[in-house]
């Protein structure tokens, strides 16, 4: 399945305080950006055709494809001067770059792209600043066996904020964290059927316009997901995967290991902020 990645917008709530037009999905996690790992995420379980919404800072991200450096995160052995790869990254990646505008809204950016998504069915979307390690496969076949428009990963708030609950007089009756209320939140990648487009009008939105349409119709599909899922809306969200990175704990990287390391990923980020 084709795989559609929005890298476009201007990511203002990680930036430092420093003037930069580096695109949010370009910020470092290790040896490579958040794209990347994006990338590497869907190519693990086989869909390995990209077509990249580009838009805001698009050289970056011309420029790191056009000149990438395979031995950064490849063994290699150096003969003679030159590298031989003992393995690649994206020699069997097919990657579509497409200008789709500097302020366009998601669902503009989808519908500039649409053409290079040939008559597939079912193609997969995200927003390329996210990382999981969601299994992949199950999210496709429960949306495949539905007769759903759209699916959604969805994930419990993130938030480290309390709700008050009060009466009249202002005495606190409950104080519940936001994460544990009965509330789900958009976890960025969807499976979507071309019915969306539908849905989406010029200059619209994915999930206030296609997927909010579709919902209201009943044929909106919500992937529940409580494992490892960790934006990087800010900077502080960026550096606390790079440092997991560093440190060798990064359950997102599924073509490293099989093995599931939500758990220890919690336990360590406690352990250190403890």
Not at 78 to 106: C, H, M, Y
Not at 235 to 249: F, I, M, P, Q
Request: with cysteine; charged share 25%; proline share 5%.
């Amino acid at each position: 399945m084709k795989v559609v990645l929005f890298c476009g917008g201007y990511g203002m709530r990680m930036r430092n305080g420093t003037a930069s037009d580096v695109p949010k999905p370009m910020a470092m996690v290790g040896p490579r950006p958040l794209i990347w790992h994006v990338m590497r995420y869907y190519a693990h379980f086989g869909h390995t055709e990209f077509v990249l919404c580009l838009g805001y800072g698009a050289h970056h991200i011309k420029e790191f494809f056009l000149h990438y450096e395979e031995t950064a995160s490849n063994d290699f052995v150096l003969r003679n001067g030159k590298p031989e790869l003992l393995s690649t990254d994206i020699s069997d990646w097919s990657v579509t770059f497409v200008q789709t505008g500097i302020e366009s809204a998601i669902g503009e950016r989808l519908r500039r792209v649409r053409p290079y998504l040939g008559d597939d069915e079912m193609f997969l979307a995200n927003y390329a600043d996210v990382l999981t390690d969601a299994p992949l496969p199950e999210m496709i076949e429960r949306f495949s066996r539905s007769d759903a428009g759209a699916s959604m990963m969805v994930v419990p708030p993130q938030s480290s904020f309390h709700c008050v609950e009060m009466n009249e007089a202002g005495m606190v009756g409950a104080i519940t964290a936001v994460s544990e209320m009965p509330l789900w939140e958009n976890g960025g990648y969807f499976v979507l059927r071309q019915e969306v487009f539908d849905h989406i009008p010029e200059g619209g939105d994915l999930v206030a316009d296609g997927c909010g349409e579709l919902a209201k119709r009943g044929r909106l599909l919500a992937y529940p997901y409580r494992g490892f899922w960790k934006p990087t809306d800010t900077v502080k969200e960026r550096y606390a995967l790079d440092d997991g990175y560093s440190r060798g704990v990064r359950p997102w990287a599924l073509w490293e290991t099989t093995k599931r390391e939500s758990t220890t990923w919690e336990n360590r980020e406690r352990e250190r902020t403890a």
